[in-house]
């Protein structure tokens, strides 16, 4: 006898076998039956799901856990101008005397036009001249006050192990603060921010984890890969899965830093194989970078930026133009490894393709399934090399909004390449994997928020849609969170699809997601109704079914509140 069945929806599998049903059982963590209601076993519980699309839990692929929102942080989401920020950083220390440092998160690079963002734009913002430290809303740079400037010596020629601090003509600090987040998550940057800077301190990051976690369940995500896993803290997750508080599943990609050698690969083989996996914990796959970002002129080029005549950017392996990266992919492959590069400029990518391709060269290795991950900026030479490669390519529709890209990204990489934009139809038609993911907080964690973006390539109105050719429809996007996801990580054996056997990791939406498809719009007032996972019942508006399985609340961090997971943001960067 069937544990539960839903009758009614529209099951959409992804299986080849039986691509629809209007039908689906689950046994104990299994699905046991996936077809016609009138043939289904018997059920201790039959739900009627009607006019509700039934799929695959998603599978976010690039979801950064560790970043969840900070309560005792400000946050800057859809603060557009340098007026609007400096009033919410200001009203924020104005009602917390309490803490030492204030810290604001998610600030997008467009908020003054022509320059970077300075200490002196956060000047008399707070009666006691705290330290003020702002982190953009892709991490990828940092904004400090000159009290932050001072009392990490920085404006005493101080370095920091977390990031690269600029300099104006004179030498003195500006207050900006480069390559943050591929130097945060080194041992000792990271070292560095919990000695320095309140927000990183173990326990409010542990909170994060739990935040996020919370979200994640409620928008659907059965499976989230946190893509960038310091060794220092993958005990926060341990600890969470001991008490009861990871409700999706978790894979732990782990951080192999720029400069990292012989024997920290070594640390991170015996952790990985000294590690007892867990259904709900899993650790294995590793996080590098080939380059920065587009926005603030980071990301490796092969041709100058449109706006900086001369400006390529850099890769993040600086000798030899970045060919040490080939030689590190090409031992971590052959020490067993799967990657994951993060690559957003097109010599950044080509970079990464050549890693891939001298690893399997090397090591005789096929199927490894290493992944590159943004992959902005696309060079027509380097597409069919996905394919051809088995490369996944990990991408976030939501990035290629004009919301988030207009006034930075646009400009800088220059109109003349905007069709090597994001372009998930081309790599998909081409054969490859393209696995999509929100990169939160990047990007709004919710999948169908992605979903729309990808069909639109519009702003979250609809407006001001381009680079339209690489639209894609909802089932291939939906697709892309599920099934493709499943496979860049080797587990499609146990999910990703909804077939008998499989692990019982499904979601039931509020409506009919294909019924968009000609007004993609629509989708955005959709949402998660109930979220299971390995046949326990871990989310529910309580529309379909109203039981949740309550985790454990032994650990105090688990209280709080997660941010409405359906609210849709605007980013200007």
Not at 48 to 57: K, L, S, Y
Not at 499 to 505: I, K, N, R, V, Y
Request: net charge negative; glycine share 10%.
């Amino acid at each position: 006898m069937l544990d539960l069945l839903l009758t009614g929806a529209r099951v959409r599998t992804f299986d080849p076998a039986r691509p629809w049903a209007d039908a689906i059982g689950v046994s104990g963590d299994r699905i046991a039956f996936v077809g016609p209601a009138a043939e289904a076993p018997r059920a201790q519980r039959v739900v009627n799901a009607e006019g509700r699309t039934v799929t695959p839990g998603v599978i976010d692929t690039h979801n950064h856990l560790l970043l969840g929102f900070d309560e005792d942080a400000v946050s800057l989401e859809g603060a557009h101008t340098l007026a609007e920020v400096r009033r919410r950083i200001a009203g924020f220390a104005a009602s917390r005397p309490d803490l030492s440092w204030i810290c604001a998160e998610n600030a997008v690079y467009s908020i003054v036009d022509d320059r970077r963002p300075n200490a002196d734009d956060l000047r008399g913002l707070d009666a006691a001249n705290r330290p003020i430290f702002v982190t953009t809303y892709d991490q990828h740079s940092v904004w400090l006050n000159d009290s932050a400037l001072r009392a990490l010596g920085i404006a005493d020629g101080t370095d920091v192990a977390w990031g690269r601090p600029e300099r104006g003509d004179d030498g003195a600090p500006t207050g900006w603060v480069t390559d943050f987040y591929t130097s945060a998550m080194t041992v000792r940057g990271l070292a560095e921010l919990q000695r320095d800077i309140p927000m990183y301190s173990p326990d409010r990051r542990y909170k994060k984890i739990l935040a996020s976690m919370r979200m994640a369940t409620a928008v659907g995500i059965t499976t989230a890969v946190e893509p960038q896993v310091p060794l220092a803290e993958l005990p926060l997750f341990e600890r969470a899965l001991q008490a009861g508080l990871l409700t999706s599943r978790v894979i732990a990609q782990l951080f192999h830093p720029v400069g990292a050698d012989g024997a920290f690969r070594r640390t991170l083989r015996d952790t990985v194989d000294t590690f007892t996996p867990d259904p709900l914990l899993t650790v294995g796959p590793l996080k590098l970078y080939s380059d920065d970002v587009i926005e603030p002129h980071t990301a490796f080029m092969l041709d100058d930026y449109a706006n900086r005549p001369g400006r390529r950017g850099r890769p993040s392996y600086a000798g030899s133009g970045g060919r040490e990266l080939v030689e590190v992919i090409t031992e971590l492959d052959r020490l067993g490894f799967q990657t994951h590069t993060h690559a957003t400029g097109d010599a950044g990518i080509r970079l990464a393709l050549d890693a891939i391709e001298n690893a399997q060269r090397a090591n005789g290795t096929t199927d490894r399934r290493h992944g590159i991950v943004h992959v902005e900026c696309l060079h027509p030479d380097d597409l069919s090399r996905f394919a051809r490669l088995g490369v996944v390519a990990a991408m976030q529709p939501r990035h290629a909004s004009p919301d988030l890209v207009a006034g930075t990204w646009m400009e800088n990489i220059g109109e003349e390449r905007w069709d090597r934009a994001w372009r998930f139809k081309s790599l998909i038609d081409s054969g490859a994997t393209v696995s999509f993911s929100s990169d939160w907080q990047v990007g709004e964690m919710d999948p169908l928020v992605g979903v729309f973006s990808a069909a639109t390539r519009a702003t979250l109105a609809g407006t001001d849609a381009w680079t339209t050719a690489e639209r894609v429809g909802i089932d291939q996007s939906l697709e892309a969170y599920t099934r493709s996801g499943a496979r860049a990580f080797h587990l499609e054996r146990e999910v990703g699809t909804l077939a008998e056997g499989m692990l019982a990791d499904l979601v039931v939406w509020s409506g009919d997601l294909h019924a968009h498809e000609g007004d993609p719009q629509g989708l955005l007032g959709e949402f998660a109704e109930t979220t299971i996972v390995g046949g326990r019942v871990v989310h529910s508006r309580g529309d379909v079914l109203d039981e949740v399985g309550a985790p454990p609340a032994s650990d105090p961090a688990a209280g709080g509140t997660a941010k409405d997971p359906h609210q849709h943001e605007h980013h200007d960067a």
